[in-house]
C-alpha cells in the first residue's frame, strides 16, 4: 500500500534544542499536513501546506511542502516541555482513484528538562 | 462547539465477542473516516462514509468488520468475532466536504483490548 517514509523515528533532545524531521513518498501529494498526538488522545493538525515550495510557520514551527511534492519537513525551534508527543505526516491525494490521507510511521519526540 | 465524540474511549472484549465503536462527527459535517492505528505505527485509513453511504471502504478487512453512518444518529463501526489482532486504537475524523485537508478532525478515539 501507499506509504510515507518519516524520520527519525524517535528523537531525544534538550530542552531549547531545534528539531527537524522529514517524510519522503514515492508519490505525489497534493497536500501535506502534519499533526501531533498525545498519549490517549487523537491526532490535532499544526500546520497544512497546498504548494509545492510553500513555507509556513505556526509559532515556533515551521514546514515546507518539497518542490517535487513528494516530501515534506517539519522544524521546532527552542523545544519546551510540551512539544513531546509523536508527531506525524500525512499526504492528502488521488490513490487508486479516490482521495485519501497517508500518514508516516510518527516521530516520538522525547524532551529531556 | 462539540469536537469529534467517540465512546467509548476504552473497550474491553473477549475473543469471539462483538465491538461496537460509536462516532459523532462534528455538528455540520456529513463526512466520515475511520482509521485504526496499531501500537508505534501511523494511522491506517479504513472506510470513508458520508449520510447513509459508504464511499470508500477499501482500507476495511472484508471479513468481520462493517461501517455505517445512518441518516440520524451516530456512525458505527462494528467489528464481530474479535481476534487478538483487533487490539488497536480506532480514530474516527469528520469533514464537512470531501476534501481531506485542515477541515479533517479528528476524535479521541476508541481503545479497543480483545483478551
Known amino acids: 500500500g501507499q506509504q510515507l517514509n518519516q524520520s527519525p523515528q524517535s528523537m531525544f533532545i534538550q530542552e531549547g534544542e531545534d528539531v527537524s524531521m522529514n517524510c519522503t513518498s514515492s508519490?505525489?501529494?497534493?497536500?501535506w499536513l502534519w499533526y501531533k498526538q498525545d498519549p490517549g488522545e487523537g491526532p490535532v493538525l499544526l500546520i497544512a501546506?497546498?504548494?509545492?515550495?510553500e513555507l509556513t510557520s505556526n509559532g515556533r514551527l515551521t514546514a515546507q511542502f518539497g518542490i517535487t511534492r513528494k516530501d515534506s519537513f517539519l522544524n521546532i525551534s527552542a523545544s519546551i516541555p510540551s512539544d513531546v508527543g509523536i508527531y506525524f505526516c500525512?499526504?492528502?491525494?488521488?490513490?487508486?482513484?479516490?482521495?485519501?490521507?497517508?500518514f508516516g510511521q510518527g516521530t516520538r519526540l522525547t524532551i529531556n528538562p | 462547539n462539540a469536537g469529534v465524540m467517540q465512546n467509548p474511549r476504552h473497550l474491553v472484549r473477549r475473543r469471539g465477542q462483538e465491538a461496537r465503536l460509536r462516532c459523532s462527527p462534528m455538528k455540520g459535517h456529513s463526512h466520515v473516516y475511520w482509521y485504526r492505528q496499531l501500537p508505534e505505527e501511523g494511522l491506517k485509513f479504513m472506510v470513508y462514509l458520508q449520510k447513509e453511504n459508504i464511499i470508500d471502504e477499501s482500507g476495511m478487512p472484508k471479513e468481520r468488520f462493517s461501517a455505517e453512518f445512518p441518516k440520524e444518529g451516530p456512525s458505527i463501526l462494528r467489528i464481530q468475532q474479535v481476534v487478538r489482532g483487533d487490539s488497536a486504537a480506532y480514530f474516527c475524523?469528520?469533514?464537512?466536504?470531501?476534501?481531506?485537508?485542515?477541515?479533517?478532525?479528528f476524535g479521541s478515539g476508541t481503545q479497543l483490548s480483545v483478551l
Open positions: 500525512a499526504g492528502s491525494g488521488l490513490i487508486q482513484g479516490a482521495q485519501k490521507l497517508v
Open positions: 501546506l497546498y504548494k509545492a515550495g
Open positions: 475524523a469528520s469533514s464537512p466536504v470531501q476534501v481531506l485537508n485542515e477541515k479533517l478532525f
Open positions: 508519490s505525489i501529494f497534493n497536500t
